[in-house]
């Protein structure tokens, strides 16, 4: 033992007293540091009451009994695995009634846990912080009758010294904790927010948790309303449950959690009947809803082997985590729903392109007396331009340039009924204006609102070398005449701006034919 333990003598004076009971107050107050703090604790006691054991035992509301956080003398895998319940043992008692318990010889007492056979003296004494149970001191020792009352009482002094220390120390452990989990979440939901991807998503909200919450298992089941039933999206240890892949809503824990919308704690799943088994090694659960604007999306699930292992505070930052999980997880999925929608869409405007290709010419049709040449390149996909030559009787041809109004599909669509009502209409030997007429007649029977065409129809005579032009709303042409344009064509065409199956139209109309 220490050699530098003080005598018993020494505490006969006040004085001397209160300067020891000071010592014990500078030690315990110059930390906040639980370790640091419990092992100053040993060394205190190491210096009045000698040992050959000591365990400083703090209780656990979680596991519902006292653990031992700081020992000297006692087996490692005591100090790691002991539990002792309220009651039970020495320590046990002490701590359930309150009070210091002295056994002379521990031989005699059927209260003793056998933890070394030379122990003979055991002292425990509780400790108590603003009326709650902190833990007990406990000392052993080899020889009978080791201790007395003077010892009793003294340990009982420095007890009530070092409880609101060690109080202090987890609560502060604790907030400390708590202010590392909330900087941890808050970071969490921005990363989260940034992820697309709903498997990458899943992965990384998996790894994100474990960093915070150690676990064996973990799921995410998405809720399929039109089965009501729980479908496993992402597993990251138990991917082979296929027994799991369709939960009954209101069944099972997760079930029951999607039901409810509150998070369902189980400490032990041998004992709740709720538990669907998914591993024989699994012991307690936690299951917490994952709700979007009051409406229940899904449930995360957390399993682990220990029986006990969830506790209060895993809960509430599971709970806190919740909502930006299910935010993140509804943005992922709607966003993977517009990309598979886009990537139809695209399949479609390719469809739609290689049909336009089709049906419009692809070389310079061959007309006696004129040189064509064709160029088409739409600004996107698709556009709603169109252009076509058909032969007439007499060594006539006719020729049309439109454009529908808009762009893309519904533009190309309804270019392609002009193209179609064109050509059972354009080879009936009518004149421009008459095809004109005819057509703008034919699409107000199929009228679509706001859409339109602006078109040129002109007819070529390769006999008489004239073209018949009627234009309405189109680009006026430009008529040239050895270099030079001709101004009062192009003034009379620009003049006109009827366009098919519109309503609006110019104050003054062209003349049919120009």
């Given at each position: 033992?220490?050699?530098?333990?003080?005598?018993?003598?020494?505490?006969?004076?006040?004085?001397?007293?209160?300067?020891?009971?000071?010592?014990?107050?500078?030690?315990?107050?110059?930390?906040?540091?639980?370790?640091?703090?419990?092992?100053?604790?040993?060394?205190?006691?190491?210096?009045?009451?000698?040992?050959?054991?000591?365990?400083?035992?703090?209780?656990?509301?979680?596991?519902?009994?006292?653990?031992?956080?700081?020992?000297?003398?006692?087996?490692?895998?005591?100090?790691?695995?002991?539990?002792?319940?309220?009651?039970?043992?020495?320590?046990?008692?002490?701590?359930?009634?309150?009070?210091?318990?002295?056994?002379?010889?521990?031989?005699?007492?059927?209260?003793?846990?056998?933890?070394?056979?030379?122990?003979?003296?055991?002292?425990?004494?509780?400790?108590?912080?603003?009326?709650?149970?902190?833990?007990?001191?406990?000392?052993?020792?080899?020889?009978?009758?080791?201790?007395?009352?003077?010892?009793?009482?003294?340990?009982?002094?420095?007890?009530?010294?070092?409880?609101?220390?060690?109080?202090?120390?987890?609560?502060?452990?604790?907030?400390?904790?708590?202010?590392?989990?909330?900087?941890?979440?808050?970071?969490?939901?921005?990363?989260?927010?940034?992820?697309?991807?709903?498997?990458?998503?899943?992965?990384?909200?998996?790894?994100?948790?474990?960093?915070?919450?150690?676990?064996?298992?973990?799921?995410?089941?998405?809720?399929?309303?039109?089965?009501?039933?729980?479908?496993?999206?992402?597993?990251?240890?138990?991917?082979?449950?296929?027994?799991?892949?369709?939960?009954?809503?209101?069944?099972?824990?997760?079930?029951?959690?999607?039901?409810?919308?509150?998070?369902?704690?189980?400490?032990?799943?041998?004992?709740?009947?709720?538990?669907?088994?998914?591993?024989?090694?699994?012991?307690?659960?936690?299951?917490?809803p994952l709700v979007v604007k009051d409406r229940v999306i899904g449930v995360m699930d957390l399993e682990s082997e220990r029986l006990g292992y969830f506790s209060d505070d895993h809960v509430r930052t599971l709970s806190l985590l919740a909502p930006q999980i299910a935010s993140s997880i509804e943005n992922a999925r709607l966003y993977e729903e517009v990309?598979?929608?886009?990537?139809?869409?695209?399949?479609?405007?390719?469809?739609?392109?290689?049909?336009?290709?089709?049906?419009?010419?692809?070389?310079?049709?061959?007309?006696?007396?004129?040189?064509?040449?064709?160029?088409?390149?739409?600004?996107?996909?698709?556009?709603?331009?169109?252009?076509?030559?058909?032969?007439?009787?007499?060594?006539?041809?006719?020729?049309?340039?439109?454009?529908?109004?808009?762009?893309?599909?519904?533009?190309?669509?309804?270019?392609?009924?002009?193209?179609?009502?064109?050509?059972?209409?354009?080879?009936?030997?009518?004149?421009?204006?008459?095809?004109?007429?005819a057509l703008n007649a034919a699409l107000l029977e199929r009228r679509v609102d706001a859409q339109y065409v602006a078109l040129l129809v002109l007819v070529w005579d390769a006999r008489a070398r004239t073209l018949n032009m009627a234009n309405a709303g189109a680009v006026p042409p430009i008529i040239l005449r050895g270099g030079s344009i001709v101004r009062?064509?192009?003034?009379?065409?620009?003049?006109?701006?009827?366009?098919?199956?519109?309503?609006?139209?110019?104050?003054?109309?062209?003349?049919?034919?120009?």
């Open positions: 033992m220490p050699s530098n333990r003080k005598s018993p003598v020494r505490f006969r004076e006040r004085a001397e007293l209160l300067d020891f009971l000071l010592e014990v107050a500078a030690a315990t107050s110059e930390t906040l540091e639980l370790d640091r703090l419990l092992e100053n604790v040993g060394k205190i006691v190491a210096q009045v009451i000698p040992h050959e054991l000591f365990a400083l035992l703090l209780y656990s509301e979680k596991h519902g009994g006292l653990r031992i956080r700081y020992a000297i003398g006692h087996r490692e895998e005591v100090v790691r695995n002991l539990v002792i319940p309220l009651g039970e043992g020495i320590t046990g008692a002490a701590a359930r009634e309150r009070q210091p318990i002295l056994v002379p010889d521990v031989r005699t007492d059927p209260r003793y846990l056998n933890a070394v056979d030379a122990v003979r003296t055991e002292l425990a004494v509780p400790m108590e912080a603003r009326g709650k149970l902190v833990g007990v001191i406990d000392l052993q020792s080899t020889r009978v009758n080791a201790y007395g009352e003077y010892d009793r009482a003294l340990l009982r002094l420095i007890a009530s010294r070092v409880a609101v220390a060690i109080d202090n120390a987890r609560l502060y452990r604790r907030v400390e904790r708590q202010n590392r989990t909330l900087r941890a979440l808050a970071h969490l939901s921005q990363e989260f927010a940034s992820i697309l991807d709903p498997d990458v998503l899943l992965k990384r909200i998996a790894e994100s948790v474990r960093q915070i919450i150690d676990y064996h298992g973990f799921s995410v089941l998405l809720l399929d309303e039109e089965r009501k039933s729980l479908r496993n999206r992402f597993s990251l240890r138990y991917d082979e449950r296929v027994d799991l892949d369709n939960i009954p809503y209101g069944k099972g824990i997760t079930g029951v959690a999607a039901q409810t919308r509150e998070a369902v704690r189980v400490d032990n799943t041998l004992a709740d009947p709720r538990y669907i088994p998914s591993h024989p090694d699994i012991r307690s659960e936690v299951a917490i990309a598979q929608r886009e990537r139809r869409l695209d399949k479609d405007l390719e469809a739609a392109r290689r049909l336009q290709a089709v049906l419009l010419p692809k070389q310079s049709p061959d007309i006696p007396g004129l040189e064509i040449a064709i160029g088409f390149r739409p600004a996107g996909e698709i556009s709603g331009d169109l252009f076509d030559f058909f032969d007439r009787p007499n060594d006539q041809a006719l020729v049309a340039f439109g454009d529908s109004s808009g762009h893309g599909a519904a533009a190309a669509l309804y270019g392609a009924l002009v193209s179609g009502l064109l050509r059972s209409l354009g080879r009936r030997g009518r004149s421009p204006a008459q095809l004109m007429q009062r064509e192009w003034k009379a065409f620009r003049s006109a701006c009827w366009t098919l199956a519109s309503t609006k139209k110019c104050s003054s109309r062209p003349k049919p034919e120009t």
